[in-house]
Each structure stands twice: as C-alpha cells, then as structure tokens.
C-alpha cells in the first residue's frame, strides 16, 4: 500500500485510495494565487482530478489524520467544489522527506524567473540537496542553479526584495549577485534606477567596479568609494579613452590608405619604374598586407 522510505516508486506501480478530506491536514500551508486558483477548480470541475495528492501516514495513529505533502491546490479546489472524497497515495516517510518531497513538487511547478524560485532552491540544498539533483528536479544547467543559489546566498536584502516588488527582473539580480561586494550592488542597483545601465551592459559596469576596487586594493593612491557618482565618472573617463582611441585609429587607418593609393599610383608611374631599375630596387617593391581599398 505504501511507499517505503526511500524507496522509489515506478509510476505505473503506484497505487492510489480515495480519503477522506477531513482526515488530512496541511502542516505548512501556502498562499495562492486566486486566479490560477478559480482556473484550478475550472480545470477539476470539467476534466476532473487527473493527479492524485501525496499525503503521509507516518504520524496517523499518533495524531489521527494524515499530513498533506503536495496538492494543497487540488485539495482546496475539491473542497470548494464541495467534495468529501480525494484521490491520494499514501506514502510512508519521516518528516523531514516529506518536507523535501514537498518542496521537489514547488519547485517543479513555479516559473524559473521567480525569487519563490531561487528561496526553494536555496532550502532544497540547506536541506543537502546537491546541484546534480537541483539539475535533474528544474530540468536547468548547474551553472544557472549556482546563480540561484548565489544570489539567495550573497544578494543584498534591496536586491532580493526587489526582485520580489517587481522592481527589478531576475535576470538582472541574478548578474548583480554575481559581485559578492554588497557596495557594489547597491551601486549597480542606483544605476539601473536613474537608466544609467541596463541589462545588456550591466556585465561590464559591474567588472569596471570590481577592477577599481582591485586597483584601490593594490594601490592605495587609488581611492574606492563605490558611489553612483564615482562610476559615472569612470563610465565618462573609458568612453572618454574609447572614443580616443576611436579616433586615432581612424587617423591612422586614413593615413594608411592614403599611403597605399600613392604607391599604387607610383607602381603605375613610368618615369618612377625607370628610377626603380636604374637603382636596383624594381625586384624589392613593399607588399603591404590586408585589404585597403
């Protein structure tokens, strides 16, 4: 009848029972989103429960009821449909499996750019889940389970509650975290408030900070603030040295071309051919390399 600690389970060699409702509780409720709520007892109502509720019998004779592990949602919906009856496997583990269980089912079912998302990984490996298990559970690579768990690990609270407000999208916190200096993300956070950077240069504003940091750190006639103010100015400074640079390369892009047309022309000369012969140099003609034209 029952599942065995640790033991898993073939699909096919479950066996599911019809419970009562009011013998089952729920030892850690969790809020729902009405909408999907309605849309969840819509679905039950027309097509009815195509997937039984996990509940434990471990503590039942010990506190007459079972504990609700995963379907809070279908079980709530069948109880405002008016159902006395569900469809349940009874499973037999300790409670802490079953709390892990029912985190494995939360994580399964929350969209990825979610902080919900990033809090259960973050408990799932507290709890000794490892990342190949995060991996096989999210169906996600390791290294975007390291960046979820990163940012839960070493995000500043602004940056978490963010996320949470909608202030900021996960992707860009996700970046942010990256830097484990909490001065640094608030820097980069104020930047993104005033539209200074954006999530598509965010990777190089954060490596200028955390290359003057290193240059403050080794040398200490460079000052590190870490303010708003200081990285607009450093933004200005290497925009100031790009376009420079910019510019002189085009000077001598100019000038190389220049060269190779009046050389062109000169290999076309007669008189300048004669010069070359009598000199010995027609054979020792430069050849300058790539495209100029």
């Not at 060699?13 to 509780?25: A, F, H, L, M, Q």
């Not at 979610?114 to 809090?119: L, M, N, S």
């Not at 009046?262 to 000199?279: I, P, Q, S, V, Y």
């Amino acid at each position: 009848m029952d599942n065995s600690e640790g033991k898993v389970v073939r699909m096919k060699d479950r066996k599911y029972y019809s419970v009562p409702i009011d013998r089952i509780t729920i030892l850690n409720p969790r809020s729902r989103d009405q909408e999907k709520f309605k849309e969840n007892i819509r679905s039950i109502k027309v097509m009815g429960q195509y997937k039984p509720i996990i509940i434990n019998k471990r503590n039942f004779e010990k506190k007459g009821c079972y504990e609700l592990i995963c379907g809070q949602g279908r079980m709530e919906a069948q109880q405002e449909l008016g159902e006395t009856m569900i469809t349940a496997e009874i499973v037999d583990v300790s409670d802490e499996t079953a709390y892990i269980m029912s985190l494995q089912e939360n994580l399964t079912r929350m969209p990825p750019a979610t902080i919900e998302f990033a809090r259960s990984l973050l408990e799932m490996k507290q709890r000794g889940a490892t990342y190949d298990e995060l991996c096989k559970i999210t169906g996600r690579s390791r290294a975007l389970m390291q960046r979820y768990i990163q940012l839960m690990e070493h995000g500043e609270e602004r940056l978490i509650v963010g996320v949470d407000q909608g202030d900021f999208p996960i992707t860009f916190a996700l970046d942010v975290a990256q830097s484990k200096d909490g001065n640094i993300q608030n820097v980069l956070m104020d930047a993104y408030d005033k539209g200074i950077i954006a999530n598509k240069n965010l990777y190089r504003v954060r490596r200028i900070l955390e290359n003057r940091k290193k240059r403050a750190e080794r040398d200490r006639r460079v000052r590190f603030k870490g303010t708003l103010e200081e990285l607009e100015n450093e933004i200005h400074k290497i925009t100031k040295e790009k376009n420079i640079y910019v510019d002189q390369a085009e000077q001598k892009e100019t000038r190389l071309t220049q060269i190779s047309l009046a050389l062109e022309k000169m290999a076309k000369d007669e008189k300048f051919n004669e010069l070359l012969k009598t000199t010995g140099l027609i054979d020792e003609k430069p050849q300058l390399k790539g495209n100029y034209t």
